[in-house]
């Protein structure tokens, strides 16, 4: 089968793989119909994530339909349109049945701080992803969720992740009726993020990044307040200035590891990996929220090599309000909300690429070419 | 484009999460009562077998009921991941030496693409087609400035090889 292939930082290619196989009696096949290059996946692109070897498949966002089942899996059956959320659980562990299937004790058995996730690195569990032709999925009776007959395929790839993080990130702000929100990031996340805060009952939605197509963008998407931190002295200063000196309410962080914005941390962060990424949106969110307000984190940063652990709050859940998402908690809300045309995830696919030329989508959305804000690939079989 | 104002109220969907028991000072974990269920580490009935070399976390008993196989540790680098995994995700002789195997591991691959008979084409790996496409001035700047930080380094090293050279013919001649 074709399948994205890793070779080394910034450099991914198409290549023929072995089929993947049956490993355990939950375990599904699933053929991809579509799959999405993530703002995360950028991070295991540029090698900022340990443990990412050679030869490994990425994408954790993808729809396909199931073409063979293990012998306990009773919830989807082959022929199955499914919509594969990136976390993978059990749904039995002690944080599963918690609802944080994002937190599964029973997919990862390389880091106890992170579940496992599709394409992922070693780190996250070690399973390929979705970039291919086929994927195998663990856990078939928890995570692939069955794609509403009406739905289109497109809706439905971006509620593997994108809508379900960017939701849960407004969810994990804990906005009140009327609250200032600020989201530091303009990608696929953050976009939706502002746009989901607006369901919270937000009263104003700010959104800062330094690509003036992603903010437009997000103007027009998510109806949000949209400002260029290049263009400012201090983002800090400035947010406090446009909320009457007091801070935001609530502040998300959708940018993570790969953040601009400060020559320090992009040399010892991103270009060094001294230290977890860049955590510059991270101080500018700590800095511009309000006293007494909330900080939610969805943006990735690295693992504990760094003085302060801060990707393990985010991937531990911690009360700081940080955490994967747990895509099936949120499934039935946002497959409602989807088809009741509250959102529109669609709407932020501006690439369509066939998987064989996925060297260039990653390239495309890594420099911000084209005006690149989401693309979707397509695999060779995805049409049969 | 300039901001706009605007009336939330009129956005499709608005406030219709809102939820004012959302307490972010609140706890996630206490809202399902799982802690009131006695025997809360249930785990999966069926193990997946261990027939590829997994590396396991030292912070955990067992390894995971499923796990991915996909990239078996193999070579120096696999050696550097298996020194890794003595030492808990706390350390930084965890995380630093996995970073370390990552590169190790990307002359590995190239050195097996070069043993299977096939020439890694790194340029389209890397994209730089569709770089050239759409962002040719900055593209050929980024590979003028690479060009001369190798040439810059590569005479650096040139001329310090010479130096070294002189100074050990000038100890070797006191004797």
């Known amino acids: 089968m074709l399948a994205m292939e890793y070779r080394g930082p910034k450099r991914v290619r198409a290549v023929q793989k072995p089929m993947p196989e049956m490993k355990h009696p939950q375990d599904a096949i699933v053929r991809v119909l579509r799959t999405c290059i993530c703002g995360s996946d950028l991070h295991l692109y540029n090698g900022n994530v340990p443990d990412t070897r050679v030869g490994s498949t990425f994408g954790h966002e993808f729809v396909g339909e199931v073409v063979e089942v293990g012998s306990e899996v009773t919830k989807v059956k082959t022929g199955d349109r499914v919509l594969v959320p990136f976390n993978i659980a059990c749904g039995e562990c002690h944080f599963c049945r918690q609802g944080m299937f994002g937190n599964c004790h029973e997919s990862n058995t390389e880091a106890t701080a992170v579940g496992a996730i599709f394409g992922y690195s070693h780190t996250a569990g070690g399973f390929d992803g979705g970039q291919a032709e086929y994927a195998r999925v663990p856990y078939a009776n928890v995570g692939p969720t069955v794609i509403p007959a009406d739905m289109d395929l497109d809706d439905a790839v971006l509620l593997t992740d994108v809508v379900p993080t960017g939701y849960q990130a407004a969810e994990m702000a804990g906005i009140q009726t009327g609250d200032t929100v600020v989201v530091f990031g303009a990608g696929p996340i953050g976009i939706m993020a502002a746009r989901c805060a607006w369901l919270f009952g937000a009263g104003r939605v700010i959104i800062i990044d330094q690509e003036d197509y992603r903010l437009e963008f997000a103007r027009n998407y998510s109806y949000c307040e949209a400002y260029n931190f290049k263009e400012m002295n201090d983002p800090v200063v400035f947010i406090k200035k446009i909320t009457d000196w007091m801070g935001a309410d609530c502040v998300i962080d959708a940018v993570g590891a790969e953040a601009a914005g400060n020559t320090m941390q992009t040399i010892t962060g991103r270009k060094l990996l001294l230290q977890a990424g860049s955590a510059t949106a991270l101080h500018w969110a700590i800095n511009s929220v309000k006293k007494g307000g909330v900080v939610s984190i969805v943006g990735v940063y690295g693992p504990t090599d760094n003085l302060v652990p801060i990707g393990n709050v985010l991937n531990k859940g911690l009360t700081i309000r940080a955490n994967q998402a747990s895509v099936k908690r949120l499934l039935p809300r946002l497959i409602d909300h989807v088809q009741n045309g509250i959102i529109n995830p669609k709407g932020l696919i501006t690439h369509r690429l066939p998987l064989e030329e996925v060297a260039d989508g990653y390239r495309m959305f890594s420099a911000k070419l084209d005006n690149c804000i989401k693309t979707v690939l397509l695999p060779p079989t995805a049409n049969q | ?175």
Do not use: C
Request: proline share 8%; charged share 30%.
């Open chain 2, 1 to 175: 484009m300039k901001n706009k104002t605007i009336d939330p109220k009129q956005i499709k969907g608005w406030g219709i999460d809102a939820d004012p028991k959302n307490d972010p000072t609140y706890p996630m974990r206490d809202r399902m009562n799982v802690g009131e269920d006695p025997d809360s580490k249930h785990r999966p009935a069926s193990l997946q077998p261990v027939d590829t070399e997994v590396l396991r976390s030292i912070e955990r008993p067992n390894v995971s009921a499923v796990f991915g196989t996909p990239e078996p540790p193999r070579g120096l680098s696999g050696m550097i991941r298996r020194a890794a995994f003595k030492y808990s995700e706390n350390r930084y002789r965890h995380w630093l030496p996995l970073v370390l195997a990552d590169r190790v591991n990307v002359v590995e691959g190239v050195v097996s693409d070069l043993l299977h008979g096939h020439v890694p084409n790194i340029y389209a790996e890397k994209g730089y087609p569709v770089e050239w496409k759409h962002n040719r001035t900055a593209f050929i700047t980024k590979m003028a400035t690479i060009a001369l930080a190798t040439a810059g380094v590569v005479a650096l090293l040139s001329s310090g090889k010479s130096k070294k050279k002189a100074k050990k013919k000038d100890y070797l001649s006191r004797y």
